[in-house]
């Protein structure tokens, strides 16, 4: 069974501070991607990471896919309150397609 | 583009009753959609894969008489909850997968209540 460990869960930080969540497994993915879900919302996709060691960016948000596409991070620059919200990772290559794993989310809070 | 909506955003029903939730792919044929569900702070668990034309694929644990899945064309999935029970209130989210790229496209959740 494939599993996506996301670390921190919680993640309260003030404006302007730097933080980075992680997204670890023991299985390799084809791909793992980042969502962003606002309650009571479905999740809305941030990034597609395929390639190991790969790097994207997205204004201050950084995206890396471990070389063994194993694990993911993803970092944020000078957090701004417009950031709260619970992030999600999910990993794809667990057999069907579509069949994507999960993390248990992390939920980021920024106060002004 | 590749917009994907889900309807009702919320239904509250009576034990007993049968509930469907609808989710269209607004401005791409979607051959493959995906139900899943997702308990108050916990995270997004594949319920079953829903084929056009064909039988859905069911995940381990989920009763495929009780949630029912048609996939009757292209553009349209639903799911419907049979004998609703208070143990199946939850957040019900649909995705399809966009044409020609990585990642897929969710819906904005259904929350259904059972009372």
């Known amino acids: 069974t494939q599993l996506l460990e996301q670390s921190p869960q919680f993640l309260s930080i003030q404006e302007g501070e730097n933080l980075t969540v992680y997204c670890n497994s023991s299985?390799?993915?084809?791909?793992l991607q980042w969502y962003r879900q606002e309650p009571g919302e479905g999740p809305v996709l941030l990034v597609t990471?395929?390639?190991?060691?790969e790097v994207k960016k997205l204004k201050r948000l950084t995206f890396q896919f471990g070389d063994a596409r194993k694990d993911s991070s993803l970092h944020i620059t000078a957090a701004q309150p417009g950031d709260t919200g619970l992030y999600l990772c999910?990993?794809?290559?667990?057999?069907?397609?579509?069949?994507?794993?999960f993390g248990k989310g992390t939920k980021l809070s920024v106060k002004p | 583009g590749a917009v994907v909506s889900q309807h009702p955003s919320w239904v509250i029903c009576k034990s007993g009753t049968s509930v469907k939730i609808e989710c269209r792919s607004l401005?791409?044929?979607?051959?493959?959609m995906f139900w899943y569900r997702q308990f108050p702070k916990q995270s997004l668990m594949l319920m079953a894969t829903?084929?056009?034309?064909?039988?859905?694929?069911?995940e381990q644990g989920v009763e495929k008489d009780k949630f029912l899945i048609n996939h009757a064309s292209l553009t349209l999935s639903t799911l419907t909850v049979t004998s609703a029970h208070p143990e199946d209130s939850s957040f019900y989210i649909c995705?399809?997968?966009?044409?020609?790229?990585?990642?897929?496209?969710f819906g904005s959740g259904t929350r259904l209540t059972v009372v």
């Open positions: 995705s399809a997968s966009r044409p020609s790229n990585y990642g897929y496209t």
């Open positions: 299985s390799v993915f084809s791909s």
């Open positions: 990471v395929v390639t190991g060691g």
């Open positions: 999910a990993g794809e290559g667990g057999g069907s397609q579509g069949n994507l794993i």
């Open positions: 401005d791409f044929q979607a051959t493959t």
């Open positions: 829903s084929n056009e034309g064909s039988k859905a694929t069911y």
